[in-house]
């Protein structure tokens, strides 16, 4: 059976935030952990099984993870013993007397506590409760719906436990393949319809155990009772109807004679005490045995769909609960008043798991697991919280309502209702939580002994239109009685100057975090005059806390200022645009906190970083080259490096040092007059910064989102791409403006869409925040749907969805009394909200072209769907829809109606913490597979898979990353069974963590299809390819990149007329995006050409080969092998034309219908070529690269030993003036995506015939150049650097980059291309392999 350990709610999670591994893990874990051997568990009345361990576990460790085990669940208040003697829970196993592997340990029941007895029952009711498929839906979380689509109960974890099952199933999988929906064929306007999205879930829901489970009218037991042992009384109704009163007492539960109207506290004879509560149960009611064992018994779900998220994932789509809705015991059993009494000290649980120590691999797992546990259960309570306080449950602890403050659950509330004026009113003050929580993210992220530097546990909650800021209590100040430390207060504004050991340490503390985070320490004037030295912003305090920790607090400047948005003093920077106003910088926002992210200051970083390198060797070059600067020992050099250190804006000038001033343009600072040079240094910086902006990230975005590297599909993938680059979303005006203003303006339409629709979100959605809060409760369903039809549908009145909501209300006996309050808001109307929002949008972006008049004009102008905006609108306010069909252009009637509102949940910004080996490890991966060495990158992807499970129970994006990535590397190595199934469980995670409709969720589905198409399961990877389209369809339409990508699997994948029709659909999408010459257009060219032979058509296949040919001589010229291959390809069609003509003149049938093998594309071409569309390697050549690698090294070393006496220089002008005379032949080919890449051949050797069969079917030996970010790996090296382009590998969040292809070395001076099955060989001359780093 398989071991999974079971969370539950928040407060599990932190009575288990020092475990240092789950069950699962545990039992799986031996072949990458040599330290794993089997023990047995027997006792307590489970049967006896075996399970893995570790020595060094803790023993209270192990009795968690045993009491995850379904064997053992629900029990709980167990020990473990050995030979009788019981283990001391605190000491590692390997430290009991006796213990080894293969020993028996021993469960023991041990006496309940009243506490404990809760605890037991919470386990009990949990499991009664037993997920059902719909819990998702009412939860606000995103479901699986993957099972649903396979028909499978159980992702399988290998080949071996599905092998026989799924081979005999094959062919009538391939039977019942399903056409095509019509709602997804090419051309078709009509969206798919909503319910698709979220097919009814084919588990059956879990049967009814009991029909009431409850406490006893006859609690609290009597004085007399509680002196004999009894904790509480349970009333229980059985399914056969019969009610009872149980006890709870220090040994278990037993059946007393209490009715509901007798009291009579005496055990019923001849019932026994049971220790768990279940087994009592059982013995009561024949009927809950039966369906207990049933629930024991049932099929086990994968790991990935039985465990909860770390954090909750918003649905915007659910069932209705009318029908579906069922109570849990827990608050009949009064569990969530007692049982959580104890609120966690929530800053204390995080400083704690901080301070774990790190020495070992272990103790590091251990470390994150508890950090990531402690953060999660921090989320889940931030939003209970939310939800409390908003509802009005709670009463401010400080008694004002102005600006209230709210304690519940450990977390400290903060709702101030006056803003700060000078921040900029509520959006400032909301820029400033936002900031905060970066802030505190980004000291977070600071390693080594900058852990020391802590700050309070943070997170954001958007509620109802309410943003609350939630922290843990800050602890006490350290000092408060002793002078040298004033109230604890040891760094800030405020703090005057003071000289003592513990402000020294944070003092060397924040210089160190300084350095990492590239901020300069300087000086301000102090409140008295006198100068203060900083190393942050002037709003931001150190401090001791009374638990000996250092502090950081009011972190919301720590990032330098945006100079392109500050207008106060008449700085700025103008912009490469010159022909209107409107277009320059600076430009006055909103509010005053416009800050750099940190990724542009990085960015930024490494851009002056170039610059300093240009010009020092500019300079050294004028001082008389380089060599003899540097061999000379005079002040050439220095020189040189002085003046470049000058010309770039170093703050030193005898190295290069780029650091930044939080503080300048800060209103209200004074420098010191001393450092006026300093000053106007940083305010340099700081426009050149902005400036980057503009004239560099933008246009790099840009040219990513062309070349295929980035294509964002909705706007939480847009948002992503722009904070990569570190583009601010304030930017999105300039983007558009960019855009149409280029010569690209065609091909970004996907991305002028995607802007248009985030700015429209952003302004609705600050509109809904004031909008909603003046609702009262009766009416915010009302209210909400109300918004909503306002939103999308053009003119609509209030006037009939007013009526139509009082009605319902007096329905509902609410009636009355809401007068003044439904005027309010349903006097909203949609020329009106449309009229804010584009004001919004004019005084936020500039946008120069403007929004038209209505949500029509974006349809129309530029292909934006309602439903698109409908979902982005409901995921950025947490509103969450009924499942049903919805006629968004219907203005008779409001398509959105009170009814349609199931819920409206909280939107959490929070911290997000790394998994540090994991993702090291993970990155190792990454970088191996630059290099071509494949089955390294296949190790290191295994381990960092396992690094991830034992942190986070592979529930987090970067875990999805990993696996995705290491299925693509089994499938490249022949893999393809491990490939799916490790697949499978990447799509079940995408679709809990991300979303079952995230961009991520549909490029998983696509990579699924390849390899269940690979193994011969075809009707469920015509399936997933459905789904995909459908998916895409919703989420942003069919004009799209990825679109192309999806039908032209679809067209290798399917048969007939219809491969036909999405091949066609496929090549107009490149032939828009990509433009009519791009080589991927010329592939789509070659696919299609291929299809329409096979159909006969034969006419149709000669013109499009021709398209292809004509792209390839055009980008490559006559002599490319790729040319060469296209060249035979249209004359083995031609020639076929030809014989089937005079086959038919001379009244022949035989020939007309056969089709010589040349044209015909066997099943392994089909999988290249799908692997190909898709991103994906086949067939992995490292081996070979390797030997190619050592042959260039034996050349090299005996072209060196034969050319001592001649000098470096005149050796490499030889090579880059005669490049034909070199070894080897580097040529040009593309993907689907269509980035150029490189083949290589190598000179020696001769080819035979098996290393002919090793070649690929289609388009030559492809390596898949993929990519780690937006561009390669730089080495050093000249054997990195050949390396380097044979890589293989994207990670999952970029897996619309286009791959490079590289076609393989064949041993002989040759080079191949292979087109549809048939390799061409042509002899030509060969170049030197290190020219493939100047060719990418």
Known sequence: MRDTAKRGNAEKRTMDVLCPANGKRASESQKEDDGSFPIKIQGAGVDPFEMQVNGFWLVQDTILTILGREEVAPRTSLTLALSGVTLNPMAELQDAKGFKAGVTLRLVEEPYSPRSAQAHLARVQEMLRAAGPQDAFMEGRSPSVLNTLTHTSEAPPTLHSSKNRRANSKAEQSAEAPPPPAYILPGVSELPPLTTLLPTNTHSEAPNYLLDLS??????????????????????????????????????????????????????????????????????????????????????????????????????????????????????LGLDQDFNAQAPDWNKELQAARDLPRRSLEERLQRDRALLQVNSAFVWAVAQAAEKVVD???????????????????????????????????????????LELRGVQVYSDLEGDLQNLHTIPTALADYRGVRLSAQGLAPGLQGSEQAEVPNGLLYGFSVGPLENPARRKLLELLAQSAKALSLQRHAVVGPTGHQLPLFTSVDAQGLLGADGRYYLLDVYRTMPADANFLVEDGDGVETEHEEGKEEHFPRRYPHVLCRLRPELVKAFVQHKNAQFTKRLKERMEESGGVEECIKADDSRSTDAVRGACKDVGSVSDIIFEMRFNPNIFSPGVQFPSSDSNAVALQKRLLKEAASFIINDQIPALMNDCVQGSDVPID??????????????LRYLGHLILSISQSDLKHQLRHITRLAFAEIVVRCAQRFFNGYIQGVETTYLSAAVSHFLCCLLVNHFSSASNGEESKKRSRRRGRGGGGASDSTTWSALSGNELWNVICQDAQETYRLKEGLGSNVDYLVEQYGLQKISLLREICLKTGIQLRLREYDLDNRNKAPISPDDVLNILPVIKHITLTTTDATRMFQAAQNSLQKGLLEQAYEQLKEASYLFGRVCDDLHPEACHCLSLLAKVAYLQGRPAEARSVQLRVVVI????????????????????????????????????????VLLLTVHGSDHPYTAVIDASLGLVLQGEQSIQYLQSALKLNSSFRGETDVTTALTHHLLAQKLCVTGDYRGGMNHEKDAHSIFQDKWGEDHPQTKCSSDFLRNITQQAVRVERSIRQGGVELSNTLPESLVPSLETTLEQLALINGILMTSYSTRIMEIKEKLKERKAAEAEKNKSESSESTNENEASEPQASNGEVTGYATSNGEQTQEATDGNGETNDSEKSD???????????LQNGDCGTQNKSEEEEHQSDVTNGVPPENQLKSSNIMLSANKAQSESAVVNGKECVVSEGSVDLEKQAETE
């Not at 403050?405 to 709702?415: K, N, T």
């Not at 706007?715 to 601010?728: D, F, S, V, Y």
């Not at 070649?1255 to 150049?1265: D, P």
Request: one cysteine or more.
């Open 215 to 332: 406490l006893s009218c006859w609690n609290p037991p009597p004085g007399f009772r509680k002196l004999q042992g009894d904790f509480l009384y349970i009333r229980v109704h059985t399914l056969e109807g019969k009610q009872c009163d149980i006890t709870c007492c220090p040994r278990g539960f037993f059946l007393n004679r209490s009715t509901l109207d007798v009291f009579d506290p005496r055990p019923a004879q001849p019932t026994p005490v049971c220790h768990c509560l279940t087994d009592l149960l059982s013995h009561i009611s024949p009927q809950f045995k039966h369906n207990f064992s049933s629930l024991r018994h049932r099929p086990s779900l994968p790991a990935e769909e039985t465990l909860s998220t770390p954090y909750r994932t918003l649905s915007w789509l659910g069932h209705s609960s009318l029908h579906s809705h069922k109570s849990s015991f827990s608050g009949r």
């Open 392 to 434: 009005g449950f709670v009463d401010p602890i400080n008694g004002s309502h102005d600006d209230p403050a709210f304690l519940l659950g450990g977390v400290f509330v903060s709702m101030p209702t006056h803003s700060e004026e000078w921040l900029g009113g509520e959006r400032g003050h909301r820029a400033a939580q936002r």
């Open 715 to 728: 706007g939480t993938t847009l948002r992503k791409a722009l904070h990569q680059k570190g583009i601010n």
């Open 990 to 1029: 995408s679709e809990r963590v991300l979303g079952f409709d995230h961009p991520n969720t549909i490029q998983q589905y696509v990579l699924l299809a390849v390899y269940l198409f690979a193994g011969g399961e075809t009707a469920l990877a015509q399936r997933c390819l459905y789904r995909a389209k």
């Open 1255 to 1265: 070649h690929l079917n289609m388009n030559g030996e492809i390596e898949s150049h």
